[in-house]
């Protein structure tokens, strides 16, 4: 399968423990993005890549949360002292740099956090 | 600022018909590119469907078409032939000249139910 894939899937946590996600992208795209999907509501963003930099990062994205993409390939998404209202769906998504309107990026399944 | 409205948060379809689904949208910009997702229960966000804000014809692929309406800031998606697998989570997403196309927005979605 040469789609993005994430890992975990899944993720049950304490409230104020730290979690971490993983993503890898589909391998030619330089472009990785993160966004958060909570029950009921379309994903939002958080950050985005090019490569190994982080050009953007939404409000959303407060001081506990840190992205990272170390070598331009795979990215990391790390929420530390977490917080029951971190539960939600965290996306990756990637696509080649193209800055056209009809450029689409291509989603990961998703992983899935449960803050009790 | 970009806002997207999905106005029906749950729709039903009876198989083998037709149904549309609302997308609204309020922008400035001229030039935007607008996309359908659908996301199954398995969390996936699959691209459906691309128009840009200067394509005079509407989208269509398979039995997926666009009705897109400029003047109305409208861009609806029509499924034609229901099928039970079509019963997801639809989401209209775009991006934005504004941003240099960087990140997409989504609206808050449709659930559609198949019924056989």
């Known amino acids: 399968d040469t789609g993005v894939s994430q890992d975990p899937r899944h993720k049950i946590t304490k409230r104020g423990q730290n979690v971490t996600f993983r993503c890898d992208p589909i391998s030619e795209h330089n472009r990785l993005y993160w966004y958060r999907q909570t029950l009921g509501q379309g994903p939002e963003f958080l950050t985005y890549f090019q490569n190994e930099a982080q050009l953007e990062k939404s409000r959303l994205l407060s001081d506990r949360f840190s992205a990272e993409r170390p070598k331009g390939s795979f990215s990391t998404l790390e929420i530390q002292r977490t917080e029951q209202g971190d539960s939600a769906m965290y996306l990756c998504?990637?696509?080649?740099?193209?800055?056209?309107?009809?450029?689409?990026?291509?989603f990961g399944e998703g992983s899935w956090l449960t803050v009790v | 600022a970009q806002k997207i409205t999905q106005t029906q948060p749950g729709m039903f379809v009876q198989e083998k018909e037709a149904v549309t689904l609302d997308c609204t949208y309020d922008t400035s910009d001229q030039s935007y590119g607008l996309f359908w997702y659908k996301q199954p229960s398995s969390g996936e966000m699959i691209f459906l469907i691309y128009q840009g804000s200067y394509d005079e014809q509407n989208a269509t692929e398979g039995r997926y078409s666009l009705n897109f309406q400029k003047a109305r800031k409208s861009a609806n998606l029509v499924i034609s032939a229901s099928q039970l697998g079509d019963s997801a989570m639809y989401f209209c997403a775009m991006r934005f000249e504004g941003d240099n196309f960087n990140k997409f927005y989504f609206g808050s979605g449709t659930k559609l139910n198949v019924k056989p």
């Open positions: 998504a990637s696509s080649l740099e193209d800055v056209s309107s009809g450029n689409t990026i291509y």
